[in-house]
């Protein structure tokens, strides 16, 4: 057999299909991800020479998108992350950093995506605590945690609502307001509201001429029921929430910039007047100080109400539904 | 004495000073806090949004605690509130219980209610004492005023963090009062720092912090002093930015309860951190007198 496979002249054969092999090979690496044994030393040597703020931003983003490259995929970031435990009850891959390196380059690539695709990937990128535990593990040295900034700050421009910027998960960009380009002022914070607030008939919540109707009887269940009928209904509108609310105190005519006060949510809460209720500023600007809880005569638990209604309002903006408290969970009450 | 640190994750960016002081004051006394790195995010920033999420966090937390029978330590005033609460709803609703430690048992994990929390403040009031701590100081600051802010989560709901009285606290004040120094009545002692508005509405959050810096500065205070790390980044980057706007014109600088309690007990300056503070609170160095001159 050697020597009929000598006279076909394999030998020359198999050296050109392993030529070519190679060739292919190399010109499938840049494809494949292997292409991290180029990519990651590269970024890892421009990392070491830039800082944000100081190099130029044209090439910040340059190296910014080198480091996608760089990215082997190891999961190191996810196993360390500050709220990957979230993942558990919010079933969006984006949560985990290893997972949204793959979603930015999608939206790097400038592939079109759909406003619910964009939806997931922002819930993902603003599910964050800026812990910056990622990029302390990344085995490629890759500043996870600014290439998070810089896709946040890139998405504010696509105008989309993002609620998760109503929670303290907003302090990081808000510390760091002064090193934001110039033009990305816009106040995203301010559109989550405004989505929330669509989903109230806010005609009805403006007329305030006109009586108010019965509302609809379907209570909203959350999970450990401070909003079961008993936890409002103890309420014999005295006012001291509103009183001792920081936030109300802080205004000369607290309605106009609020909405509802405390004691009038709970009595809104009452009527079932969920577009009052669910259009109120007062839930965004509410402190969770417990202030209000702590005072009440009544043992009312309105922080523990707020707190409520806003996930509420937040499911409700979340699922598109409007005007009908939806039950988010199955609940416990 | 070991404690199971809850790292708060603004911490190790913004304040290393404050885990530094802290290792260092505990230190002296024999209390370990030990960092563990499967530790997550207590939940607290996730409280808004959706509450399973929130709960499982700081449920995760005190689970990992309890495999190492160790009580969970934390510096801040916000972790503390949502590790309690969490505590809380998990001895009172035994449905939602299970339910948590259905989701926790996928990584092997359930809590149970056999460990608890406790605040940075606790452990110095309680574990270490105002007494031992006046013993161990080496320098005093008479003549110094301090303002104290406990922070909304360690003082309420207080049938969930039952730490002190939420209308008369006094525990924090006479922490204080162990160095010498005095402990000045102000108007808004007990309110919020304004720091949970931060990015959700700047305007009122920093109208808030200007209350309690005006309402300080009213009752005499030359500086605040806090327990946790909200309140602290509150007080100096958010009161820097306030400066630069013209919001407020005298800056009053802050002061954390560990490195007004390390200067006072002689440990190393580096520890301390005290130059990390971004409204400066060198000037705190000019009130310190050796304890023994003082007897005389």
Known sequence: ?333 | MKYALQRCCTTPILLRQYESSTNAVLGAFGIISELDRDFNCCGYPLRNYDPMAYMLASARNLALAEKRALDVLTLCSCCYGSLRHVEHVMKSDELLKQEINLTLGKEGLAYQGGITTKHLLQVLYQDIGVEALKKSLKFTCNGLKIATHYGCRVLRPQNVVDFDNPFAPVKFDRLVEATGAKSVRWVSKLECCGSPLMGVNDDLSKDLTGKKLAGALQGGADFLCVACPFCQIQFNRVQQMMIQEGRTSRPLPSILITQLLGLCMGIDEKALGLEKNLISASSITGFLKPKAAVGN
């Open chain 1, 1 to 333: 057999v050697a020597l009929w496979l000598d006279e076909l002249n394999s030998r020359t054969i198999l050296l050109y299909v392993h030529f070519l092999a190679c060739f292919l090979g190399l010109a499938y690496l840049p494809f494949s991800k292997m292409f991290h044994i180029f990519a990651t030393p590269i970024s890892q040597m421009a990392n070491a020479v830039m800082v944000r703020g100081k190099s130029d931003p044209a090439s910040y983003a340059v190296k910014q998108i080198m480091e996608l490259d760089g990215c082997m995929h190891c999961g190191a970031c996810t196993l360390r992350c500050s709220v990957a435990v979230a993942f558990q009850q919010i079933p969006n891959v984006n949560i985990l950093p290893s997972e949204k390196i793959a979603s930015i380059k999608r939206l790097a690539s400038g592939k079109k995506l759909s406003s619910e695709q964009l939806a997931t990937i922002q819930q993902g990128m603003y599910l964050c605590t800026n812990c910056h535990r990622c990029t302390d593990v990344c085995p490629a040295g890759i500043n996870l945690q600014e290439l998070w900034t810089s896709v946040r700050d890139a998405l504010t421009r696509k105008s989309l609502p993002e609620p998760l910027l109503l929670s303290p998960l907003s302090l990081n960009r808000a510390l760091k307001a002064h090193s934001r380009e110039p033009g990305d002022e816009g106040k995203p914070e301010e559109w989550a509201k405004e989505a929330i607030e669509a989903t109230c008939d806010m005609e009805k919540v403006r007329d305030r001429s006109s009586p108010l109707k019965a509302g609809n009887d379907k209570l909203p269940r959350v999970i450990h029921g401070a909003l079961a009928p008993h936890g409002f209904s103890n309420c014999f509108r005295c006012v001291t929430c509103s009183n001792v609310c920081p936030v109300v105190r802080n205004y000369r005519k607290p309605m106009e910039v609020v909405g509802l006060m405390p004691h009038q949510i709970m009595h809104a809460v009452g009527l079932q007047q969920w577009d009052l209720v669910f259009s109120a500023r007062m839930l965004w600007d509410c402190l969770g100080c417990y202030q209000c809880q702590e005072n009440c005569p009544m043992n009312v638990h309105v922080a523990d109400i707020l707190y409520e209604l806003k996930h509420i309002a937040i499911k409700r903006t979340l699922a598109g539904i409007e005007k009908e408290p939806v039950l988010p969970r199955g609940g416990t009450s």
